[in-house]
């Protein structure tokens, strides 16, 4: 029945080893999210694809990079994590008819060691 | 622009006493409002949601909320609160005109509840 599932749930990896999050969705939602959430915060969007548009907030670090191959599956490339790039991702979908709403992965919980 | 305010951080309740977790918000446009409920590592889950019908909104497991226009305000109530409520809730506003539909999240209220 998970209609948005990432993989792995848990992810370590070496301070500077590149590492790829994944995201499906079974939904055909045409836009998938990326958010970062760190401990006792709010998520805090990275980027999101509206069909293969692709857009980058602002202030995420290029460190960061995302792909999207087909309307089910997008990636999160962290070039060079370093140990402020612990955190949980999470990845969403969602429709751009009302309301809306954003339909979340159970995240993937990111080690840098 | 939009903004959401949660104006407590943590809130602590007995089990089987109300729960009131408050959220106001600000936004140009005609918004949908959310709330989702966090439990420890792992992902966000919906409660319910406003989207310009009722305005008085249930969602799963006894939550509910009321949209205020005039107080701008969309607070998250239930009647009894159960352990297993324990969990971090974020209140959330889209703004419904725009194409990606960008959510804008509140801090986010922790909740205890004391046996």
């Known amino acids: 029945d998970a209609m948005v599932i990432q993989n792995p749930r848990y992810q370590v990896t070496q301070f500077g080893k590149p590492v790829t999050l994944s995201c499906s969705q079974t939904l055909n939602h045409n836009v998938m999210y990326w958010y970062q959430q760190k401990s006792s915060q709010a998520p805090k969007l990275l980027f999101h694809y509206y069909d293969k548009d692709f857009n980058n907030e602002a202030d995420t670090p290029d460190n960061f990079q995302s792909r999207r191959p087909n309307t089910s599956f997008c990636f999160l490339d962290i070039r060079s994590p370093g140990l402020g790039d612990a955190a949980m991702y999470l990845c969403a979908t969602a429709t751009t008819q009302a309301p809306r709403e954003a339909f979340f992965g159970q995240g993937t919980r990111l080690t840098v060691v | 622009a939009q903004s959401v305010t949660q104006l407590d951080s943590h809130v602590s309740v007995s089990e089987g006493t109300p729960v009131l977790l408050r959220c106001n918000y600000s936004?140009?446009?005609?918004?949908?409002l959310f709330w989702y409920v966090q439990h420890p590592n792992k992902g966000l889950q919906l409660l319910l949601k406003?989207?310009?019908?009722?305005?008085l909104v249930k969602g799963i497991n006894g939550f509910e909320a009321e949209f205020k226009k005039s107080e701008t305000s969309f607070h998250l109530t239930k009647p009894s609160a159960h352990m297993s409520d324990a969990a971090e809730y974020f209140c959330v506003v889209i703004i419904r005109n725009t194409n990606a539909g960008k959510s804008t999240f509140g801090d986010g209220t922790t909740l205890t509840v004391k046996p």
């Open positions: 406003y989207t310009s019908a009722a305005t």
């Open positions: 936004s140009s446009y005609s918004p949908s």
